[in-house]
């Protein structure tokens, strides 16, 4: 059956032929219960579309369901990578939220952009950057700083935010690439300042809190 499809397939014109065709012939042959002649059909759609993320995804999961997650894995490291380039859209909504003074949207967006890049560094760093590039850009994953990506107005969004750590690692790696570049050590200096007030309102709480466990109401002479 699949070679029959396979054949009627291979007589339509180029125009006609494309990925979606591939996975719903596949589709029809797994209701029926030939998942092997489904798969013939997708590996004949990849040697036609070889960088299609769809063909790729559905080949995946058909391995998954048949046990075979090593050769899954192959299959979705395909769409990982095919995707990798769509995800900068998260990155320009970011710019385009914060634009806007939505700022917890952007940081949000911002996140997804980054966890995908640091997703991709730590899987695939070695099969796509060599293994110095996977050393170096593993180091950077786990300092929370992606060369190229944690930018000054991700760390804007997390000083708005109050997320002082994390802008700090930012501005940190900014300034250390960019010394001739003083914004980034004033803003160091002004989350120095900040967490400095934090850390006294902090300290200000703890002695209320001691006071009234000790039964001494705030404001009351001892």
């Known amino acids: 059956m699949s070679r029959e499809l396979l054949k009627w397939v291979e007589e339509l014109p180029r125009h006609a032929r494309s990925p979606s065709l591939y996975i719903s012939i596949s589709r ?14 997708l590996k004949a759609g990849f040697r036609e579309f070889p960088e299609s993320p769809d063909l790729a995804l559905t080949m995946g999961g058909l391995f998954l369901d048949a046990g075979r997650p090593a050769e899954a894995m192959e299959q979705f490291r395909v769409v990982a990578k095919q ?42 760093g070695v099969e796509t950057g060599g293994k110095e590039a996977a050393i170096r850009d593993s180091a950077q994953v786990k300092s929370g700083v992606i060369e190229g990506t944690e930018t000054e107005t991700m760390a804007d969004l997390y000083l708005q935010q109050g997320q002082l750590v994390q802008a700090e690692s930012i501005y940190q790696h900014l300034s250390e690439k960019f010394p001739e570049n003083s914004q980034y050590a004033d803003k160091l200096d002004e989350i120095k300042a900040l967490k400095e007030k934090e850390l006294e309102k902090q300290k200000t709480s703890l002695d209320v809190m001691v006071r009234i466990l000790d039964g001494i109401q705030p404001g009351s002479s001892s």
Do not use: D, S
């Open 83 to 124: 995707i990798r380039h769509y995800m900068n859209a998260f990155e320009r909504m970011a710019r385009i939220f914060k634009q806007r003074g939505e700022n917890e949207r952007a940081v949000l967006a911002y996140k997804v952009f980054l966890a995908h890049k640091a997703f991709m560094t730590h899987a695939f």
């Open 28 to 41: 029809l042959l797994l209701e029926r219960g030939l998942g092997i002649e489904a798969q013939e059909v």
